[in-house]
Nanobody, 116 residues
Framework: QVRLAESGGGLAQAGGSLRLSCAAS????????MGWYRQAPGKLRELVAV???????KYGDAVKGRFTISGDTDGYTVYLQMNSLEPEDSAVYYC??????????WGRGTQVTISS
């Protein structure tokens, strides 16, 4: 069983910064893709950023140049540094861990609210 512990959400002002953390634990062996997705009320869940097994990163268009994903060397912790936050970034942010055919697990989510 895999567990994801998310932290770092909260309230910030537009133009400010927040940092999210996600630590995976449990039945983990080898390398996984880990990333963040978000879902705002009335909208579909969308990609924020993913750190792949090979170390490459992928960002959603809405956050490119403002958000940065990074990971610990253990391979099971990822961070999302969010800068220049906008009210449109307000959403529930979900951590995800993925390896094809092995696991596709979601965290419970952490609320991010940006005031204008």
């Amino acid at each position: 069983q895999v567990r994801l512990a998310e932290s770092g959400g909260g309230l910030a002002q537009a133009g400010g910064s927040l940092r999210l953390s996600c630590a995976a634990s449990g039945n983990l062996f080898g390398l996984y893709d880990m990333g963040w997705y978000r879902q705002a009320p009335g909208k579909l869940r969308e990609l924020v950023a993913v750190l792949s097994q090979s170390g490459t990163t992928k960002y959603g268009d809405a956050v490119k140049g403002r958000f940065t994903i990074s990971g610990d060397t253990d391979g099971y912790t990822v961070y999302l540094q969010m800068n220049s936050l906008e009210p449109e970034d307000s959403a529930v942010y979900y951590c995800n861990i993925f390896r094809a055919g092995v696991v596709n697990h979601w965290g419970r989510g952490t609320q991010v609210t940006i005031s204008s």
